[in-house]
């Protein structure tokens, strides 16, 4: 086993979260910074193409997994980026926050400091959005390293203008922006495009200071286990062409490997469940039982049309629109979300039509809780991810709601242009047993994990507020596995505040100016 050099900083994991502390770090021209990634430095073509994302989605810039089995839908697909900018690099690019509630509830949890206004600073400090069409400027920030913006309204799609419209005439409320004052409605959601091409954390943040004499980034090294010594974490090892090697770490390792990876080294260096621990083999550096135990994800099921003809292509991601709303199962926030995927698609295992469109209802607020566990002590096998969906019969009940009032939409006045039929779950299927079991047999994934570090005092928690891991020093956690709940938006956004605090914290500074 080679030594790699001796860094300040050593960051596991260049997704979101890792792209951003390595900028942000990096800026102390005395902070010598390795960022490690499992995946490839490429920008290709697909994924600089705001259309392309379906299409990366088990390519070589995925880690491709699948969860074990899930209702009685089977194992589902669950997609991670493996690439410089991670899951940000292959995702369909929505840049939304979550409720304000949300956040103040992780506060009142018990991660002090976490709150919405505690936030605040750290989402503006992340975007460049133009303020036109009612963004508030307290609210949303103009000098972020990523730009977004959503579909202009000249390029937007029919199916999605269809939906907004549907959903505006049924009395349904409507939001300029679910990032700002009012987020609950029907919105036209920013996406992190900028001149027609996907703008990814690798784009804003790191390839824009790769030439920083202090920041070290390495492709093609997947992390397989934290080195620590009398309790403290002073290392990363990780293999590197078949190769192992050991990068050192005089200040502190932040893993940033996502709520699916993070859990997974931890346990592979002997932070986690002891018992599970040992049963592998694997020596017990901390008993931690909550280390992949609280595993949260968006579930959801689709609606699937057929049209005559082709519909023309999206200009952006496929996606354009959504509405946060709520279920009669809501609590402090939305619960539900609505959202078109303009493709001819099915859930898994159905018939795909020729031609046509997805509607589709995802559980924002889900009472299901799942689990990340080593299938084995060798870091290379896949964990074994089981997001437990459906696994509270609430959850059921929301989508049951959210595919009725898709069905309703779907079949008002402002869909009678698209001649669209309804293909799955079919016009024979009635509500209430019927549709609850294509439920069950067709959920899938929003591609959302969390929750499987959560922050926090108690003994549920596996990081401190600082996002220092309980018991070992000199290793935090930085990523969407640190979230007490699941927000109730595309994480992403929340990831790169999360990530921006972080960096602040770290170096010890004050943050920048509410």
């Known amino acids: 086993m080679s030594a790699a050099g001796e860094f300040d900083y050593v960051v596991a994991g260049g997704g979101t979260a890792g792209c951003v502390l390595a900028a942000r770090l990096s800026q102390d021209a005395a902070a010598r910074v390795l960022l490690l990634e499992a995946g490839g430095p490429e920008r290709t073509a697909q994924m600089a193409d705001p259309g392309g994302w379906p299409d990366l989605l088990g390519s070589a810039a995925d880690w491709a997994g699948v969860t074990t089995p899930q209702a009685e839908a089977g194992p589902v697909i669950y997609p991670r980026g493996r690439t410089l900018g991670g899951s940000g690099g292959i995702n369909a690019m929505a840049h939304v926050r979550g409720h304000r509630a949300g956040y103040d509830g992780w506060a009142a949890g018990g991660a002090a400091g976490w709150g919405f206004t505690d936030l605040l600073p750290y989402f503006r400090r992340t975007e460049r959005v133009e303020l036109a069409g009612g963004r508030d400027p307290g609210l949303r920030g103009t000098e972020g390293q990523v730009p977004v913006a959503p579909a202009a309204q000249d390029r937007r799609h029919p199916v999605a203008l269809a939906l907004a419209r549907a959903l505006e005439s049924s009395g349904y409320p409507v939001t300029d922006d679910l990032s700002g004052a009012r987020q609950e409605g029907a919105a036209w959601v920013d996406l992190a495009i900028a001149g027609g091409q996907r703008v990814s954390p690798a784009d804003a943040y790191l390839r824009p200071v790769l030439g920083r004499a ?13 080195i620590t010594e ?83 292509a999206s200009r952006y991601n496929h996606g354009e629109m959504y509405a946060a709303l709520r279920t009669e199962l809501a609590g402090k926030w939305p619960d539900l979300h609505l ?43 896949a964990p074994l991810i089981d997001p437990g969906f459906l696994r509270e019969g609430a959850d059921v009940d929301r989508l049951a709601e959210g595919l009725g009032l898709l069905r309703e939409l779907a079949a008002s006045e402002a869909f009678a242009g698209l001649a669209a039929a309804q293909m799955w779950p079919g016009p024979a299927v009635r509500a209430g047993a019927e549709l609850r079991d294509y439920i069950r047999r067709a959920v899938g994934s929003y591609y959302h994990p969390a929750g499987t570090c959560p922050m926090g005092t108690g003994p549920g928690c596996v990081v401190d507020p600082q996002l220092r891991v309980h018991g070992v020093g000199g290793l935090r956690v930085a990523d969407a596995s640190v979230m007490p709940v699941i927000c109730n938006a595309h994480p992403n956004a929340t990831v790169l505040a999360i990530a921006e605090k972080a960096a602040d914290l770290i170096s010890g500074t004050t943050g920048p100016p509410p």
């Not at 202090?214 to 934290?226: D, E, F, K, M, S």
């Not at 502190?252 to 990876?261: H, K, N, Q, R, T």
């Not at 599970?276 to 280390?291: E, H, T, W, Y």
């Not at 018939?351 to 995802?362: D, N, R, S, V």
């Open 339 to 381: 959202f078109p995927i303009l493709l001819p698609i099915a859930p898994a295992g159905f018939e795909a039509p020729a031609a046509g469109f997805a509607l589709t209802a995802g559980v924002m607020a889900p009472d299901s809780r799942g689990s990340v566990r080593l299938a084995s002590a060798d870091p290379r096998a």
């Open 230 to 312: 009398g309790g403290r974490c002073t290392g990363v090892s990780y293999l590197r062409d078949g190769a192992h090697e050991v990068a050192r770490c005089a200040g502190e390792v932040i893993v940033c490997a996502g709520a699916v990876g993070s859990p997974q080294l931890l346990m592979l260096s002997g932070i986690g469940p002891a018992g599970q621990l040992r049963g592998l083999g694997i020596g017990v550096v901390a008993d931690l039982p909550a280390v992949g135990a609280d595993l949260q994800d968006h579930p959801m099921v689709l609606t699937s049309y057929a049209v005559p003809e082709p519909l023309p």
């Open 214 to 226: 202090n920041l070290t980034v390495r492709t093609g090294c997947l992390a397989t286990a934290l």
